[in-house]
């Protein structure tokens, strides 16, 4: 049976590579960013790639509906979510106190904690019901230390990542899982967003891409499991 991911953040950075990877596997996906025109194309790519559904939410994460919007949105389509990945975040430098504007450290937090939080307070009751679905998180190994200069954006990691742990521990015997996904510096859109790219931490930046035969090898695998199962 075909599962179906909801990705934020879909068309981006790690939020491509999730939603490749969960296509290859035959999934269908819902597409969940701002820009309307981009899901589209990321929609046809899809759909035309690996022949399986995808359907797309358009919708500004930082505003305080957003996640409410994207759950109404897929209970009015009687879209049925089995994995929710919160990938979308962004991050930003500057003194706290003398540079950064209240509005972008706010809006961070809302990308980086609230939405997040909201959604999996919208859908896990259902996948415990259920019993079964998965969440993943991404965070970040900022999350493991203090980061001056980026002092709110390292916060909004340490809170996603205890807020999994926590998550997980509750969730332990019901069937459903929650992850907190950290990775180190990449080469995505996030470093341009905020403001980063001539950081020493960029200088060394990973592809998050998958090469394609790597991601056949890890599908092969994923089958293999399947029918262990069966």
Same mark, same amino acid.
């Given at each position: 049976m075909?599962k179906t991911?909801?990705? /934020?953040g879909?068309?981006?950075g790690?939020?491509?590579?999730?939603?490749?990877?969960?296509?290859a596997?035959?999934?269908?996906? &819902?597409? +969940?960013?701002?820009? $309307?025109?981009k899901?589209?194309q990321?929609?046809?790519?899809?759909? @035309?790639?690996?022949?399986?559904?995808?359907?797309i &939410?358009?919708?500004?994460?930082?505003?305080?509906?957003?996640a409410?919007?994207?759950f109404?949105?897929?209970?009015?389509?009687?879209?049925? +979510?089995? #994995?929710? &990945?919160?990938?979308a975040?962004?991050?930003?430098?500057?003194?706290?106190? %003398?540079? %950064?504007?209240?509005?972008d450290?706010?809006?961070? &937090?809302?990308?980086?904690? !609230?939405?997040?939080? %909201?959604?999996?307070?919208?859908?896990l009751p259902e996948?415990i019901? %259920?019993?079964?679905? $998965? +969440?993943?998180?991404?965070s970040? /190994?900022?999350?493991?230390?203090?980061?001056?200069?980026q002092a709110? #954006?390292?916060?909004? @990691?340490?809170?996603?990542?205890?807020?999994s742990?926590? =998550?997980w521990?509750?969730?332990?015997?019901?069937?459903?899982? +929650? /992850? !907190? =996904?950290?990775?180190? !510096?990449?080469?995505?859109?996030f470093? $341009? /967003?905020?403001?980063l790219?001539?950081? $020493?931490?960029?200088?060394?930046?990973?592809?998050?891409?998958?090469?394609?035969?790597?991601?056949?090898?890890?599908?092969?695998? *994923? *089958?293999?499991?399947?029918?262990? @199962?069966?």
């Amino acid at each position: 049976m075909q599962k179906t991911a909801l990705i /934020t953040g879909s068309y981006g950075g790690l939020g491509t590579c999730f939603v490749e990877l969960h296509a290859a596997t035959h999934g269908d996906v &819902i597409l +969940v960013g701002r820009s $309307k025109e981009k899901l589209e194309q990321q929609k046809q790519y899809v759909e @035309k790639t690996y022949s399986v559904s995808a359907h797309i &939410i358009s919708v500004d994460l930082s505003t305080e509906d957003a996640a409410q919007f994207i759950f109404d949105t897929c209970k009015l389509n009687g879209w049925s +979510v089995d #994995y929710l &990945i919160n990938n979308a975040g962004f991050g930003g430098q500057g003194d706290f106190a %003398r540079e %950064r504007t209240m509005e972008d450290d706010l809006s961070m &937090i809302a990308v980086n904690i !609230a939405t997040p939080t %909201r959604l999996c307070k919208l859908f896990l009751p259902e996948f415990i019901k %259920r019993g079964s679905g $998965k +969440v993943l998180n991404v965070s970040s /190994t900022a999350a493991v230390m203090p980061g001056p200069l980026q002092a709110v #954006y390292y916060a909004t @990691k340490s809170y996603l990542t205890s807020f999994s742990n926590a =998550l997980w521990r509750e969730l332990k015997g019901t069937g459903v899982t +929650v /992850t !907190a =996904l950290m990775p180190g !510096a990449m080469e995505t859109g996030f470093a $341009k /967003t905020g403001g980063l790219t001539e950081m $020493k931490l960029f200088a060394n930046a990973v592809s998050p891409m998958m090469p394609k035969k790597a991601m056949m090898d890890f599908v092969y695998s *994923q *089958q293999l499991a399947g029918s262990a @199962k069966k």
